[in-house]
């Protein structure tokens, strides 16, 4: 109880940025999951964790543009101060969705393959930014780049929050397009439902997502609650909704109590939540198997 | 003197700079029903996404009238992971009628109740699609199909891979749907035996030339053998077209 309490008066922030964190991979996991784009979540965060990495060369002054257009002091905002990193990390996400999504009308080169050159291009490209970067020490960017759940502070947990609620918010209002398009999507077009428009949407949310989740929560996190808490659910669930429930629940309620016992063990968070929730699915899934 | 309802006037089709049919003329009629046929590669796929506006001819017009087109894909490329029940299915073929924000109304539950009970699966309603069999599936898919309400009904190969029980009462289905129901049905198969056993017109495709016409007046030797480049016995016994290779195994 001691350690508990001592969590929560040292690191409130990380603890709910963490369980809004694993709400949202778990959320958009069930979609990428469904849609067998499973590599676009890894080649995702990579592609986020390079943007991050592109801001440290600090070729654009972003935050000095929309300072100026909005009149903002940057010395006394904290949102500023860290807005350039989250910028960069979005910009390349939605970048990449956005080349990603008009993929499916070219019969070259495989969809699989497409994600597996923007995964390595991402890594190439930030170990040459960290290179090329003015900042001293290449083993401490690499460590901002990889972002860590105890590091969550206000405005982080608050950008994450907002971008979860628009994400759900969005998904709930058009749960008929995106539903149908992410079916059978050649219907849905046949249909009248426009589904190059509405498969944008889903990737731009899903690229959204997993940007900012992999800027303050770190890759592997990211990559693993998009997989693991979704797998779950599909496992589990009988109904839709099931699957809904036990996919958000396991990747909210995993991230804290693994803080905990990052905590007493004195390990990484990040790590020790994938390692739990990844505990999970082996006893889901042989319970599934016994049960079954 | 039925009306035209789609009307291809010198239509090129292909991808990108791709043609892989040139110049095709022809009218679909209220109440066709057309069987398109052809080997692999001769464009049977990229006329059926031309003719949904999936895909926008190279060169020529189209000219559809105002109508609802209710599209039965083929069954493999939808294998869903999730749970959807044949209900859920089914009702996606409402959601293009609802508007941008609009939700499921009792009047959209009615009209799928009726489309499974009209193709006889309103007993698997509650089941999962994704633990369905492949003639169970391919019903469900016809059910969505007719939930549009619509009055051209296109079929991409809706017979393959299915024991021969399911077979022939997915094909029976098919045809009640176009006699009693009175829809124009397109139906898109390899299988050149089904499609001229129950259509009216047939549309040969073959690499950069097609032909289209009544079942009688298509269907003989000669154009089979131009089709396919292989020789087959064109017969009618007892009313039905048996269609032969002319080859000895």
Known sequence: METIQQLIELFPYAILGSIVAGFICAFLGIFVISQRVVFLGASLTQVSVAGVAFSFLHLINIEGFFARIFNI??????????????????AFAIICVLIFSQT???????????????????????????????????????????????????????????????????????QKQLKFVTFDPETAMAHGINSRFWLLIFYLFVGMGISLTTRFVGDVFVFAFLIIPSSIGILIGKKISQVFLVSVLIGAIIPPISLYFAFILDVSSGPTAVVLAFSIFVIAFISKKIFA | MNNEIIEFSSVSIGYGRKRILENINFSILENDFIGIVGPNGSGKTTLLKTLLGNLKPLSGEITRSKIQFGY???????????PYTVHDVVMMGRYSLMGIFGNPKNEDGKIVNECLSHVGIEDLKNQRYNSLSGGQRQRTLIARALAVQPRILILDEPTNGMDTPSHYSLLELISQLHDESKLTIIIVSHLLTDVANIVKRLMLLEKDHFQVGNIEDILSEDNLKKTYSSEFNVSKIYGEYLISSKKKV
């Open chain 1, 73 to 90: 002091d940057i010395e006394h905002n904290i949102f500023f101060q860290n807005f350039e990193p989250a910028f960069f990390s979005l």
């Open chain 2, 72 to 82: 039965v894909p083929q069954r493999d490329i939808v294998q869903p992971l999730l």
């Open chain 1, 104 to 174: 499916y009308r070219q019969k070259y080169i495989t969809q699989d393959g497409i994600l597996g050159m923007i995964f390595v291009i991402s890594i190439a490209l930030r170990i040459i930014f960290i290179q090329k970067s003015p900042a001293a020490e290449v083993s401490e960017i690499e460590s901002i780049l990889k972002g860590d759940i105890l590091f969550i502070g206000q405005t982080q947990f608050f950008t994450l929050l907002a971008v979860t609620v628009l994400t759900v918010l969005i998904f709930v209002i058009f």
